[in-house]
Structures are given as structure tokens and as C-alpha cells.
């Protein structure tokens, strides 16, 4: 299967094959033809699954055969719910829309909006926006939805968690009836479900990787040190692996800061990402990320959630994350494409709660490793198990070694 058996135009499969993306992942391949045919589409996939091409290239396509000009309005609408993730998905159009004379912008608060509406002014057939600053530029004349005959909005479980509810329900009020409606989300809890009821006509339902699928092609190893070693540790994998570029998620935008330093001071670029940066040292940070400036990004996963960069080697969880569904989501930046990745995490003594809950999402647990210089305060039978010494420990029902058997870390300062 290719882009050519989804009777893509040519200018579009010419500027995916600049991209070098030949073949379609699972999303696009049953998105594409049915967003191409006017349907309504339903779609849940993890991060990373491809789902920003499966509806950028249908958009792109149909308003491109439909021939009509930038004076008649703005006529796709894709909405995102955070400023990092509106902006990708703007790079995306700007990439799969070479030679076809559409023009596109994405405004998001945080940022002066004379520039966004300059752009706007001269007309434009795709918005790309977040809901806050979109219901802005409407309440000021600046936009009108009146010609809008396709919406997507994507990352619709995100969208709630980050209480965008009441602004998506507004800003639906202002969409034409008639008019094809694209639906993206991760998980469908019950209110994503009714969301979608009120918003979709007769939809096509593509359901690709649930969340409690991880990318098969991510290699997942766990690390018990106790919570005042983690930094040391964090040093030792710097070390010992080959890292080319790492994400790295902290709880705390306070955290995040903290590791930063640490690594900057240890000669490793690093910038961070979360709620307390400006939008343009977050611009800068992802920038630099991208262009490989920047080695490590660390951040929490409110401000992480839409980080898409190509070819990115490891996922370092700093510290575990509360909800299991997470860790799925932060190991879903690597490991994209077919690309192999490395998802590692730290795991203090209060975290074991947290890891039990992960593994059980998982279809086998994470392997737990030793780092050389490090002594695990956990039985020594768990370190370095893999699936089948796990079963064979269940099976015989060892003892777990008491608590005489543990020896202290050996701390590593920075």
C-alpha cells in the first residue's frame, strides 16, 4: 500500500515523498479514502500514529479539486488544544501543500495577535487554531466561520481534561450545518463519546492502536533508585547509552526546571517546556529541539502533549506519572514511523504504586535493570527479569527476601 492506491494528487505524493513518507501508517490508510469521500470520521490512535497526515492531506486535497479562492472565506477549521500542537500541525500543511496555492495560517494565544490578524486580512482556506484565541479573533470580527466546510478536531480528550469543553461547544454553535467533521482522540471515556454524538453525522469509525497498546518498536526498561539518587542516575544512562535525543518528563514544571540545570551544567543541552515559560522561550525550546541545538527536552506532560520530532531516540521518565494511560502517551514520542526507540523510567519507593497500575495496562511488564554503581533496594530476584524468569517466579512462589537482604544505595553525585 502506498500514498498512489489512496488517489492522492500528485502534488501531494511529490511533497510526501520529499518527506519520505511512502507508505501510509494504519490511521492514514483507513482515514484518508473515507475524509476523501465526505464522510465523517471518527478515529482514535495513540500519539504518533500518523493521525495529523490522515486528515492534513484529505483537507488539502479536497479544497484543492473543490478550485474556489482565499475571498471565499475560510473553508477548513482544524482545531488543537495547545499552542505546540497547533503549530506542528500548521509545519504539517506547510509540507504536504507545496504547488497547490492553498494558503493556511494557525493563531494561539500567548502572543501578540496583530500578526495573526494580518494574515487573516488577506484570506486564507485552512485555520489551524486553539480555542482559546479563536474565540477571541471571532468575538472581534476577525473571523468568521460561516464558510467552513471542514472541521477537525483532534486530540478531543485533551481538550477536556484541559477544560476546553465550554469553548468547543461555542465555537460549534458558529459552524455551518452542513459540513464534513473529522473527530480525533486518544481514549473515549463517556463524555468524549457524547461530544462526539453531538458533533458527527453518520460517522466512519477507525480505530488504530488503543491506548494500552505501546509502540511495539519501543524498548522499555525500568530502574528502582530511591527518589534523592535520580538525578546521579539520570547521569549514568547519559553515560552509558548512546542517546542522540531524549525527551524527558518530569511532575513539576519546578522539576523540570531542576533537571535542566543539572544537565547544562553537566556540558548536556537541555532546555524546558511547561505552563510557567513564555510562548516564546516554549517556541524557542521546541525549536531548537527539533533542529537538534537542543539535545534534551525536558517536560511535564501538559506542555509535552503534541510534541512530534522525527527520529527521536529516548523517552526518559523522570518521574512516573500518576494516571497509567500517561505513560503510554509520553513513550509514544519515540519509537514513531517504524523507528526503533528507548523508553526508560525511574522508579522511587513511592512510585511502586504507580508502576504496579502502568503494568497492568502493559501487555507484559516493563524489565526491570540494574546500573552499574547502583545497589536496588528491591529482592533481588526482580532486577534484570525478564518474562520468563517473571513466570517461573510466580510459578514457584518464592519468598520476596526480607527487608535485612537490602542494601543501600550507592549514591553518584553529579
Not at 494565544?109 to 482556506?125: A, E, F, Y
Not at 497500575?357 to 507484559?364: A, F, G, V, Y
Request: glycine share 8%; proline share 5%.
Amino acid at each position: 500500500m502506498t500514498f498512489e492506491n489512496l488517489n492522492i494528487i500528485a502534488p501531494i505524493t511529490q511533497a510526501l515523498k520529499q518527506k519520505g513518507y511512502v507508505v501510509p501508517t494504519p490511521i492514514q490508510e483507513k482515514a484518508i479514502p473515507h475524509l476523501l469521500n465526505g464522510s465523517d470520521v471518527f478515529g482514535t490512535a495513540q500519539t504518533g500514529t500518523g493521525k495529523t497526515a490522515a486528515f492534513a492531506i484529505p483537507i488539502l486535497q479536497r479544497l484543492y479539486s473543490n478550485g474556489k479562492g482565499h475571498n471565499s472565506g475560510i473553508r477548513a477549521l482544524v482545531l488543537a488544544p495547545t499552542r505546540e500542537l497547533a503549530i506542528q500541525i500548521s509545519e504539517s500543511f506547510s509540507d504536504y501543500s507545496k504547488g497547490l496555492k492553498l494558503r493556511h495560517t494557525v493563531i494561539y494565544g500567548g502572543v501578540s495577535q496583530n500578526p495573526q490578524t494580518t494574515i487573516l486580512r488577506k484570506g486564507i482556506d485552512i485555520l489551524i487554531a486553539t480555542p482559546g484565541r479563536l474565540l477571541d479573533l471571532m468575538n472581534q470580527g476577525f473571523v468568521s466561520l460561516n464558510s467552513i466546510e471542514i472541521f477537525i478536531l483532534d486530540e478531543a480528550d485533551r481538550m477536556l481534561d484541559m477544560g476546553f469543553a465550554p469553548d468547543i461547544k461555542r465555537i460549534i454553535a458558529r459552524l455551518p450545518a452542513e459540513r464534513q467533521t473529522g473527530f480525533f482522540t486518544a481514549t473515549i471515556p463517556n463524555e468524549i463519546r457524547a461530544l462526539a454524538d453531538s458533533l458527527l453525522n453518520k460517522p466512519v469509525k477507525v480505530n488504530v492502536a488503543p491506548v494500552s497498546a505501546p509502540a511495539e518498536m519501543v524498548s522499555q526498561s525500568v530502574y528502582y533508585v530511591e527518589k534523592a539518587d535520580k538525578r546521579a542516575m539520570l547521569q549514568q544512562v547519559f553515560a552509558s547509552e548512546e542517546i542522540e535525543t531524549a525527551l524527558i518528563f518530569t511532575r513539576t514544571k519546578h522539576g523540570a526546571d531542576k533537571v535542566t540545570r543539572e544537565l547544562n551544567k553537566l556540558g548536556i543541552s537541555a532546555a524546558a517546556i511547561h505552563g510557567n515559560k513564555s510562548q516564546q522561550a516554549r517556541q524557542k525550546a521546541l525549536q531548537g529541539f527539533k533542529n537538534r541545538s537542543v539535545k534534551v527536552l525536558v517536560a511535564t506532560d501538559i506542555a509535552s502533549r503534541g510534541i512530534d520530532v522525527d527520529k527521536l531516540s529516548h523517552v526518559i521518565n523522570f518521574e512516573l506519572p500518576e494516571v497509567p494511560e500517561t505513560y503510554v502517551h509520553r513513550i509514544g514520542r519515540t519509537g514513531r514511523a517504524g523507528e526503533a526507540g528507548t523508553a526508560i523510567s525511574f522508579c522511587a519507593s513511592e512510585e511502586r504504586g504507580s508502576l504496579k497500575d502502568i503494568n497492568k495496562l502493559l501487555p507484559r511488564s516493563i524489565e526491570v535493570k540494574r546500573m552499574n554503581g547502583f545497589v536496588a533496594s528491591v529482592p533481588a530476584a526482580q532486577v534484570g527479569m525478564d518474562v520468563q524468569a517473571e513466570a517461573v517466579h510466580h510459578r514457584n512462589r518464592m519468598p520476596r527476601p526480607s527487608g535485612a537482604n537490602h542494601r543501600p544505595f550507592q549514591r553518584k553525585r553529579w
